[in-house]
C-alpha cells in the first residue's frame, strides 16, 4: 500500500479491531502508519497489517482474516507468537459479549454454517490429507496426537505420552483378558499398550486408512497382531461385545448432533455392566469452536460443553464416574509440539510451502493460548454402566507409582 | 381384613405390582392370602400388606402408598429390608418405563407439583425440626450429616467424615490465611476444620437456627470463633469476598430453578479469581427425586443430573477441574448411620413413636439401597475461575498421606 494513504475511515477500523480485541498492551501498524494505540509503554508485540485488503478480511472476518492473514504473510506478528495470543485471548475474554468483533464473529457464524466448506481446502492441507512424515516430525517416537498427562512439569514428551496410555488403563481398571473397543484409535499406540502392558484383546477403529496401515504394521512387528485388531471404519459401524469402551480425542469430532448417537454404539458395546473413557476438548460454555481452526485445521469438529456430554451418557444412565480436566497438560503438550515443529520448520516448508508453515504454526500457538486461557479444556470422563461391577473404591490406584511400562509385566489394581 | 375376602380384583392388583416392581424374587401378601407369585423358591423377603385400604393406597400411588404403610405398620417387611429394597429397586430399573407403577407415579407427581406439601407432615417430623439429640444418636462425633469419605471401606465413620473434610480441603488446595465461604454448613464441623488444620478464616451460612448455634458453640470451645463466623441466613445473601466456595449437602435444597442465581452468588463471592466446590447427591439422569422422600423426609429437595448443574458453573465461565462420585460412599456412610439408628431405636421411638422410627429406618435403608444401585450418586465438583492462578498440576495430593488432621500441623501443598 502507499505508506501515506492510510485514511481516516482505515485507522476508524484499526481502531474499532484493537478495541474489540479488549485494548491488550499490542502495537497495531497498518502498512507503516496508522499505529494504534498511539502511546503504550513495552508493548508485548507488534502486530503488522499489509494493507487495506487485509485490514478489511479483518474486520468482516476476524479470525479467518487474521489466520488467514498470519499465514499468508500479510498479517505479521514481531514478538511471541503465543504469549501474543495468549494475552490476546485474555483481553478478549475480559471484553467479550461488548465488543464489535464478537457480533461481527457470531453473524459470521450463522454464514458459515449454512455453507457447506467446499473448496476451503486451498493451501492447507486438512488433517486427514496429511502424510504420516508430516507428523513424525513433530509428535513423539509411539505418534500420539492427543493430549499426554505429565507427571510433572518437567516430564519428557515420550514418557507423559507413555504415562497418559497408564493413566486411561488405570482409569478403566483394565486387566488381563478384558476386551475393550477403541472408537478412533489414530495410529495405534493406544491400542497396543493396552495389549501389551494390560493383557487386552483390542478392536480399535478409524477411519484413516493410513493411520490403519500403520498401526497394523506396528502390531505385527510387536507381535501383537493376535491381540490389537484394527478396524477402517465409522466408529457407527462398531460391534460386538466388549468389557470397556475407549475414545481418546475423537469425540471433538462426532458433532453434537450425533452424541445421542455415539451413546447408543457405546451402550451395544459394553451393554449395562460395563465402563468406559471419553477423552476430549471442551469448553467452559457452550460456544462454537474457532471458525478459524474449524475452516482451515479441522473441518466439522465441535468441542462441547460437560452440558452437552450429557447427551452420549444420560440416555444409557451410565453413571460418571470421575471426570478430569487436563488443560494445562494439552498446552504443555503443545508446547513440546511446536518446539519440535519450529526444529522441523526447514523440512515442513521443503514438504508443503511457507504458507502452511506459518498456518500450523499459528494452529499450534493458537492452541497453547487457548488452553492456558481456559478456552479450551481437556476432558477425561470415566463412566460405567448401571450393572458395573468394576468400579474402584478410591482413585488412588491412579497415583501409585509401579506402572507396567515400568515394571514390564501386568498391572493388577489394588482396589477390587 | 377378612381373609376369605381377598376378590379376585383384589388379587389382579396384586400382580399388576407385582409386574410392575419388575418381578423380584420377593413374596406379596394380601391379609394371609394371595400370595404373588404362586411359585418362588427362597424369597428374599416377605412383604405383607394388611388390607384394601393399604392396597388401594400402593395402586394409587405406589412409593408414597409403600413409604407411609411401612411407616405406619399396615406394610411388614419379613427380611433384610436394605437388602430388599436394593432388589426391588433393581428389578424395577431392568422394568422401567414399560411398568404400570411408574406411569402411575408419573401421573401422581404432575398432581403433586401441582399442589403444596401444606400439612403433609403428619406425625413424620421434617429434618430441620428435628432436635440435635436426635441426630447424636447415629451421626458421628462431629454431626457430619453429609457423605464421608472411606479411604478403604473399612475406615470407621468417624475417621472417614474427617478424612472426607480433608478431601475437600485438599481439593480446593486451602492454605492458611485464605478466606472461605460455606454456604450450608450443617452443624459447622467443616467450617471450624478448615480453620483449625488449614489456618483459613471461614464464613458459615446456614438457616438452621438451631445448627448456628451448636456451630458457635463449639468455635467458641475451640478457640476458633476469631477463625470461623456462623452466620444464620440464607446462602443468597452471603457477602464478601472469598478465595474459595464452599458447599457440602446443600444443592440439593435449592431447587434447579435456582441454579443459575446460586451460580452468581459463586461468582460475587469468588470473583474470576477463586475456586470452589460443590459436593451434593446427584443422578445419572435428570428425573424428581423420590416422592415418599420428598414428601415425608426432605420437602422440596431435587436431586441434580451432572447436565443441569452447569447451570451453576457456565454462565460465570467456571472451568470443571474435578468430579468424583462417591456413590458407594455415602452407600457405607448411610449403613453406619443405619448401624447406629438401629443400636438406638428405643431412644428414637421414646422420643416420637413407633411410626417416625420406622419412616427414618425405611429413608436410610432405602437410601443405602438408591446408592447402591446407583439410583442416587454423589457428586464433588472442584471449579475454577477463569483467573484462577490455583490449580493443582495432577490430582496425585490427594492421595499423599501426610495429613493435617493426623499430624497435627498446617498442611503445605505439594503441588503449585
Chains 1, 2 share one sequence.
Request: net charge positive.
Amino acid at each position: 500500500m502507499n505508506n501515506s494513504a492510510v485514511s481516516s475511515l482505515e485507522k476508524w477500523f484499526l481502531g474499532k479491531i484493537y478495541d474489540s480485541l479488549g485494548k491488550p498492551p499490542i502495537r497495531l501498524v497498518l502498512g507503516s502508519e496508522g499505529d494504534i494505540p498511539r502511546h503504550i509503554d513495552k508493548p508485548v508485540a507488534t502486530v503488522s497489517i499489509s494493507g487495506h485488503r487485509t485490514l478489511a478480511k479483518l474486520v468482516f472476518y476476524p479470525e479467518i482474516g487474521f489466520g488467514d492473514g498470519y499465514a499468508d504473510g500479510s498479517i505479521r506478528v514481531n514478538g511471541d507468537l503465543v504469549r501474543t495470543l495468549e494475552i490476546v485471548l485474555r483481553s478478549m475474554k475480559r471484553a467479550r459479549g461488548s465488543g464489535w468483533a464478537s457480533r461481527m464473529m457470531s453473524r459470521w457464524l450463522d454464514f458459515i454454517q449454512e455453507n457447506t466448506l467446499r473448496g476451503s481446502a486451498r493451501n492447507i492441507h486438512h488433517h486427514y490429507d496429511l502424510s504420516n512424515d508430516f507428523y513424525k516430525l513433530w509428535l513423539d517416537r509411539q505418534m500420539v496426537y492427543t493430549c499426554a498427562y505429565f507427571p510433572t512439569p518437567s516430564t519428557p514428551l515420550e514418557e507423559a505420552q507413555i504415562a497418559k496410555m497408564d493413566h486411561v488403563c488405570r482409569k478403566i481398571q483394565l486387566e488381563a483378558g478384558e476386551r475393550v473397543v477403541e472408537a478412533g484409535c489414530g495410529w495405534g499406540a493406544l491400542a497396543l499398550h493396552m495389549a501389551k502392558y494390560y493383557g487386552a484383546t483390542v478392536r480399535a477403529f478409524n477411519i484413516s486408512k493410513e493411520q490403519i496401515a500403520y498401526g497394523r504394521e506396528r502390531a505385527k512387528l510387536e507381535g501383537l497382531s493376535h491381540k490389537v485388531e484394527f478396524i477402517e471404519d465409522d466408529y457407527r459401524n462398531i460391534s460386538g461385545e466388549y468389557d470397556a469402551f475407549v475414545s481418546v480425542g475423537m469425540v471433538e469430532h462426532v458433532g453434537a448432533k450425533h452424541y445421542k448417537e455415539l451413546g447408543r454404539v457405546i451402550h451395544r458395546s459394553i451393554g449395562n455392566a460395563g465402563r468406559g473413557l471419553l477423552h476430549f476438548i471442551g469448553r467452559t460454555q457452550q460456544r462454537p469452536f474457532s471458525p478459524w481452526i474449524r475452516k482451515r485445521i479441522f473441518p466439522g469438529a465441535h468441542v462441547p460443553g460437560l452440558r452437552e456430554v450429557a447427551d452420549i451418557l444420560e440416555p444409557s444412565d451410565f453413571s460418571v464416574l470421575d471426570v478430569e480436566n487436563l488443560q494445562f497438560h494439552y498446552a504443555k503438550t503443545l508446547e513440546h509440539w511446536l518446539a519440535r515443529y519450529e526444529k522441523a520448520s526447514d523440512r515442513v516448508t521443503e514438504m508443503f510451502g511457507p504458507e502452511f508453515l506459518r498456518a500450523w504454526r499459528l494452529y499450534l500457538a493458537g492452541s497453547i493460548a487457548a488452553f492456558r486461557v481456559g478456552n479450551l479444556q481437556l476432558f477425561q470422563i470415566v463412566f460405567a454402566g448401571t450393572d458395573c461391577q468394576k468400579i474402584p473404591w478410591t482413585r488412588a490406584h491412579l497415583y501409585e507409582d509401579e506402572l507396567p511400562a515400568k515394571k514390564g509385566s501386568k498391572w493388577i489394581h489394588a482396589m477390587s
